[in-house]
């Protein structure tokens, strides 16, 4: 088992920016690929980024490439999601993910185990 915690979200107005902490308890940390996903009211949940075990590999949905970076400290059992450049199409509830996969399938829900509580992004204009 895994627990998720996030963290950081808030308001901001556009062009602001935010990060998001996702602090993982429970197994080693390390062992899981991780990712951020979103949503948005009345919409589905949908991939925003990801992570490999390692931090080597990074992944970004087109939505958000060039303004959001995503990182983890694996001594501090911690993901981070740095945003930047935050637009009002930004503002939603932002989860963060553990899974299993290793190359293909980050951005399906489906390929996470484990997920957090949320927390609320909200980007003024």
């Known amino acids: 088992q895994v627990q998720l915690v996030e963290s950081g979200g808030g308001a901001v107005q556009a062009g602001g920016s935010l990060r998001l902490s996702c602090a993982a308890s429970?197994?080693?940390?390390?062992?899981?690929?991780m990712g951020w996903f979103r949503q948005a009211p009345g919409k589905e949940r949908v991939f925003v980024a990801a992570?490999?075990?390692?931090?080597?590999?990074?992944y970004f949905a087109d939505s958000v490439k060039g303004r959001f970076t995503i990182s983890r400290d694996n001594a501090k059992n911690t993901m981070y999601l740095q945003m930047n450049m935050l637009k009002p199409e930004d503002t939603a509830v932002y989860f963060c993910?553990?899974?299993?996969?290793?190359?293909?399938?980050?951005?399906?829900?489906?390929?996470?185990?484990?997920w957090g509580q949320g927390t609320q992004v909200t980007v003024s204009s």
């Open positions: 429970g197994r080693t940390f390390s062992l899981y690929a």
């Open positions: 992570i490999n075990r390692s931090g080597g590999s990074t």
């Open positions: 993910a553990a899974g299993q996969w290793y190359y293909s399938n980050f951005d399906r829900s489906s390929a996470y185990d484990y």
